[in-house]
T-cell receptor
Framework: GAVVSQHPSWVICKSGTSVKIECRSL??????MFWYRQFPKQSLMLMAT?????????EQGVEKDKFLINHASLTLSTLTVTSAHPEDSSFYIC????????????FGPGTRLTVL | EDKVVQSPLSLVVHEGDTVTLNCSYE??????LLWYKQEKKAPTFLFML????IEKKSGRLSSILDKKELFSILNITATQTGDSAVYLC??????????FGAGTRLTVKP
């Protein structure tokens, strides 16, 4: 089946630094990728929809200047958390839509960000 | 190789039917299994299961985990058109790893 990878799987950084998370579709092309943040009690919040070759669409309440998304190729989207603060500590998950298989969304394994 | 497999991939039923969705897994150091319902934007959390044999129930939805046979089922009774969605199973394992299944697309016809 289709595979989506994320890198790194976990990262610890100091407050004020920036962190980049990569999301790759390994065996299919994804014109659309999604970024989620997982909150306590397992809920997932959609942060933004990333479209290859164009600007990401951010959900209400998500700061686009803080969470920079780049989808430069059909297999790679990146999320950069700029000037990270402890409240940004969370589990970030991406998913990629495979249009060749009925728009099925495949989820990545997630990245645990801890900001000290 | 760690994996989470959901079946069936898609399912079409009529209102009032009962459905059973399956999620099997092979991971190291299993921690928990999560069920989500995805309709539009973000998946909505349904259940988290950590112990075998204990049924979790919410209205017409229920789920149970079998850690010996490495699977979980999600039951929906008296289905309604509003139950139409993709149901995702995810497994947490090791210290921080998480893996989603490909989902089961459920369509409930009037």
């Amino acid at each position: 089946g289709a595979v989506v990878s994320q890198h790194p799987s976990w990262v610890i950084c100091k407050s004020g630094t920036s962190v980049k998370i990569e999301c790759r579709s390994l065996d299919f092309q994804a014109t659309t990728m999604f970024w989620y943040r997982q909150f306590p009690k397992q809920s997932l919040m959609l942060m933004a929809t990333s479209n290859e070759g164009s600007k990401a669409t951010y959900e209400q309440g998500v700061e686009k200047d803080k969470f920079l998304i780049n989808h430069a190729s059909l297999t790679l989207s990146t999320l950069t958390v700029t000037s990270a603060h402890p409240e940004d500590s969370s589990f970030y998950i991406c998913s990629a839509r495979d249009q060749q298989s009925g728009d099925t969304q495949y989820f990545g394994p997630g990245t645990r960000l801890t900001v000290l | 190789e760690d994996k989470v497999v959901q079946s069936p991939l898609s399912l079409v039923v009529h209102e009032g039917d009962t459905v059973t969705l399956n999620c099997s897994y092979e991971v190291t150091n299993f921690r928990s299994l999560l069920w989500y319902k995805q309709e539009k934007k973000a998946p909505t959390f349904l259940f988290m299961l950590t112990s075998s044999g204990i049924e979790k129930k919410s209205g017409r939805l229920s789920s149970i985990l079998d850690k010996k046979e490495l699977f979980s089922i999600l039951n929906i009774t008296a289905t309604q058109t509003g139950d139409s969605a993709v149901y995702l199973c995810a497994v947490r394992y090791n210290n921080n790893d998480m893996r989603f299944g490909a989902g089961t697309r459920l369509t409930v016809k009037p």
